[in-house]
C-alpha cells in the first residue's frame, strides 16, 4: 500500500472512531469500507477492528500516560492516540516513529498535536517492542501480548497484579469490562472464559465459501490470487481459507462466486438437509448467508427469507441480488407463519454474539445480565412461537453465534420440556479456536409424524 493510500485508510478510520470514544457501530463501519478502495480497506478494517477488540486495554494505557483525563479529550484526539498506540503494539512492519508520526498528523491543530505526540513518545520511550517475549519473566502488569511472539513492554504498571487480582488482571489484558468477565465466567468457568477472552483479541479468520455458480475450485483460487490475495493451503475442507487481502473486493465477490461465511456458519444450514421441492422458512434471515447456502443446497427448493426490519430487508435484497438469487429466494416482511406449511424452518436467533466477539468487537460492550436476560426472553420468544407453527413431520434448527449454555442448550431444553413429538435429532457446538476460528450453536428438532 502507497503512503498516500494508507494516509487515506487512516483518515478514515480517524474519522469513523473519532465519532464516539465507545464502541463503532458495525454497519457504519461496513458501510465506510464499502466506500474505500480495495488497496485502502484492509488497513482501515485492522486499525478499526482492532482497536474495538483492545480498547478498554489501550484507554488504559494512555490514561496512565497522558497529562490529562482521557474523557476530557475530544473524541477525534482520543481516536488518533488509540490508532497511535495500535500501530505501535500491532503493526510490526511499521517502525515506531512513523507509527507516532502518522497518527499525530490526523490531529488539526498545533495544540492537539503536539498532545498526541508528547502521550505517544512517552510510550515509546518508556518501552519496547519484545519479539518471542518469555512472558514468565515479563512484569504481567506492563506486558501488553500482541499477534503470537510478540507484545510491548510498557516502562510503568497499567494492569491489575496478575495473582492478587487475577481477575481484574484477566478481564483488562483482553479488554473485557469487570462486569464481562463476570458474566463469560459465571457461564463458562474461569478457564474456558479466560481462553474465550483471549481469542476474541485475535484477528478473525476470513474464510470463503464457493457457490455452485463458480469456476471450479482451482480456477477459482487461481483468480482470488491473481487478483492478490493471500489463500491459505488446502486443508481439505469445503471453505478457502484467507491469509491477507480484501475477498470482498474480488470480481468473483462481486459476481456472486464466492461468499464470505465462517467455518461453524457453514454447518448449520446442512444440518436441515434439504431436499427437493420442500418450503422453508429462514425466520431471521438477514444479512442472507444461510438463505443463500440452503438455496445452493437444493436448487428445487423454495426458501422464503423474513426480515423483521427495514436495514435488514436491504441487506438481504442486496445479497440476493449479488447472488443472483431473487427469483428462489422470496422476501417477506410480515406473518411469516402464515405462507406455509412449511417443510423446515431454520431459526439463527439474535444472540450475545459471544462466539464471534473477534469478528463483531462491540458485542462486548453488551455483555451484562440486563442485555443477556432480554436476549435469552426473545430468543424463547421466538423459538417458542416457531415450534407452535411447526407441522408435524418437519424439522427445525435453532442456531446462535454464541458459546454461552443460557442462549443454547439449556434455553432449547428448558422449552422442549413437558412438549410431546419434539425430539433433539443432534446438536454441534464449536468454541473459538486459536486460529481465529468461530464458535456457535446449533441444534436439529424432529417434529414427530
Not at 488497513?43 to 478498554?56: D, K, Q, S
Not at 518501552?127 to 510478540?150: C, E, H, I
Not at 442448550?409 to 464449536?430: D, F, K, N, Q, Y
Request: with cysteine; aromatic share 4%; charged share 30%.
Amino acid at each position: 500500500m502507497s503512503e498516500s493510500s494508507a494516509a487515506t485508510a487512516r483518515r478514515a478510520a480517524v474519522d469513523l472512531l473519532g465519532r464516539s470514544s465507545t464502541s463503532v457501530d458495525p454497519d457504519a463501519r461496513r458501510r465506510l469500507a464499502d466506500r474505500l478502495p480495495a488497496r485502502e480497506r484492509a488497513l482501515f478494517v485492522e486499525l478499526v477492528a482492532g482497536i474495538g477488540r483492545r480498547r478498554l486495554l489501550y484507554d488504559a494505557v494512555l490514561a496512565a500516560h497522558s497529562s490529562a483525563p482521557l474523557a476530557r479529550l475530544e473524541a477525534r484526539l482520543l481516536a488518533a492516540l488509540r490508532i497511535g498506540l495500535h500501530q505501535i503494539v500491532e503493526l510490526d512492519r511499521m517502525p515506531v516513529h512513523a507509527a507516532v508520526a502518522t497518527a499525530v498528523d490526523l490531529l488539526p491543530g498545533r495544540k492537539a498535536r503536539g498532545f498526541a505526540n508528547a502521550v505517544l513518545r512517552t510510550i515509546l520511550r518508556e518501552g519496547r517492542r519484545l519479539v518471542d517475549p518469555d512472558q514468565a519473566s515479563v512484569p504481567g502488569r506492563r506486558f501488553l501480548p500482541a499477534a503470537p511472539g510478540r507484545g510491548f513492554l510498557l516502562g510503568r504498571d497499567v494492569l491489575p497484579d496478575p495473582v492478587a487480582e487475577a481477575a481484574a488482571h484477566r478481564a483488562l489484558l483482553h479488554s473485557f469490562s469487570a462486569e464481562a468477565a463476570a458474566l463469560l465466567e459465571s457461564q463458562l468457568g474461569d478457564r474456558q472464559a479466560g481462553l474465550l477472552m483471549a481469542r476474541a483479541g485475535l484477528r478473525p479468520r476470513v474464510s470463503l465459501r464457493p457457490r455452485p455458480t463458480g469456476a471450479d475450485r482451482q480456477a477459482l483460487r487461481a483468480e482470488l490470487e491473481a487478483e492478490g490475495l493471500e489463500l491459505e493451503p488446502e486443508d481439505g475442507g469445503e471453505l478457502l481459507l484467507v491469509r491477507r487481502g480484501d475477498p470482498t473486493a474480488s470480481a468473483a465477490f462481486r459476481r456472486g462466486a464466492i461468499t464470505v461465511q465462517g467455518p461453524f456458519a457453514a454447518r448449520v444450514a446442512p444440518l436441515l438437509a434439504p431436499r427437493g421441492g420442500e418450503r422453508i422458512l429462514d425466520l431471521c434471515a438477514p444479512p442472507g448467508g444461510k438463505a443463500a447456502q440452503l438455496a445452493d443446497l437444493d436448487p428445487g427448493a423454495r426458501i422464503l427469507a423474513f426480515a423483521r426490519d427495514d436495514q435488514g430487508a436491504r441487506r438481504l435484497e442486496e445479497n440476493l441480488r449479488r447472488l443472483e438469487l431473487q427469483g428462489r429466494v422470496e422476501l417477506v416482511r410480515e406473518a411469516p407463519f402464515d405462507r406455509g406449511p412449511h417443510d423446515a424452518m431454520l431459526l439463527d436467533v439474535p444472540c450475545s454474539n459471544s462466539g464471534v466477539l473477534a469478528r463483531r468487537p462491540e458485542a462486548r460492550d453488551r455483555l451484562t445480565s440486563k442485555d443477556l436476560r432480554s436476549l435469552t426472553e426473545l430468543q424463547e420468544e421466538l423459538l417458542r412461537a416457531a415450534l407452535a407453527a411447526l407441522p408435524r413431520g418437519a424439522r427445525l434448527v435453532y442456531s446462535t453465534c454464541s458459546v454461552l449454555p443460557v442462549e443454547n442448550e439449556e434455553l432449547l431444553r428448558r422449552v422442549l420440556e413437558g412438549r410431546s413429538g419434539l425430539r433433539i435429532a443432534t446438536e454441534e457446538r464449536a468454541f473459538p479456536d486459536e486460529a481465529g476460528a468461530d464458535g456457535g450453536y446449533a441444534a436439529l428438532v424432529f417434529s414427530e409424524p
